[in-house]
């Protein structure tokens, strides 16, 4: 969804711009986001393969099997993730009146396995599942959004915020417990933490002042944070993510991506003559 070179196709498939993203923090770090064309595309309904890396759902979960190289630097990022579902959800929510931009939370809890080879990391830990699509691109229908998620003992909590582009706004507060039973709940406030490096908003939901406790990601129309809330789960963790799409629609954001995002295509397929949803 945020490839520059979709965006910039004349007659845009989305087969054709495919890629998984890994990010791994801390040290050592890795990054890798290769997009790949739909000659490097293959799928069915428990696979999905892209490139030398797939995802393959079964009655254990998710495995993803990652073969990618990072950038800038050309190092390999080789391993294993299994994300077992603790509950499973067929819940679906509209973020725009219209219902054409779609979230739906999968596994709003669950276990994870990592196991690296390159670079050499073992992790378990609790995790989390979910997916977006939409009948166009998000910055036709967005300004901007935030969206956090707590995980605690026996639930989640998720909080979306979203500024419309047709200058309305929404927010989605839901709870999800263990059994599976969801719950709305009234928004919470949005609280301002400082923006990031350069100049990212972070709004961020909460009945009290929220606390910037470490920053993942740090670009020009996105972060990725964790955020320390007065909760009463001392054990609870809050993932936040802020988006702006004005940033990510200009050209200055528009020409970095491609540092960030290399493409590879090994066997282009015939393109459309007509545009395709994205």
């Not at 520059?4 to 990010?23: F, G, L, Q, S, W």
């Not at 990592?114 to 699509?133: F, H, I, M, S």
């Not at 936040?240 to 066997?267: C, I």
Request: hydrophobic share 45%; with cysteine.
């Amino acid at each position: 969804m945020f490839s520059p070179y979709y965006k910039a196709a004349r007659t845009p498939a989305p087969e054709d711009h495919c890629a998984i993203n890994v990010a791994v923090y801390g040290r050592p770090g890795r990054w890798a986001m290769t997009e790949r064309g739909r000659g490097d595309l293959a799928r069915t309904p428990d696979l999905l393969r892209v490139g030398p890396s797939a995802m393959s759902w079964s009655a254990d979960g998710l495995r993803i099997d990652l073969n990618e190289l990072c950038t800038p630097v050309p190092v390999p990022l080789r391993g294993v993730v299994h994300v077992r579902p603790r509950v499973t959800t067929d819940l679906a929510f509209a973020l725009d009146a219209d219902a054409r931009h779609i979230w739906r939370p999968i596994a709003p809890l669950a276990d994870v396995e990592v196991q690296l080879d390159a670079p050499r990391l073992a992790w378990r830990g609790a995790g989390y599942l979910d997916a977006n699509w939409g009948a166009e691109p998000l910055a036709a229908g967005f300004k901007s959004w935030s969206w956090a998620r707590t995980a605690a003992r026996d639930h989640a909590e998720v909080q979306f915020d979203v500024a419309r582009r047709d200058g309305s706004s929404a927010a989605l507060a839901i709870r999800i417990d263990a059994d599976g039973a969801m719950t709305t709940d009234a928004p919470a406030p949005l609280r301002a933490l400082p923006p990031g490096f350069w100049g990212v908003a972070r709004p961020v939901a909460a009945h009290t002042p929220p606390r910037l406790a470490q920053v993942w990601e740090d670009t020009p129309f996105y972060t990725r944070s964790k955020i320390a809330l007065d909760a009463a789960d001392p054990c609870a963790a809050t993932v936040h993510e802020s988006l702006d799409l004005d940033r990510f629609e200009s050209a200055w954001v528009q020409a970095l991506l491609g540092f960030r995002m290399p493409r590879r295509v090994s066997r282009p397929g015939p393109r459309p003559a007509r545009r395709q949803n994205p």
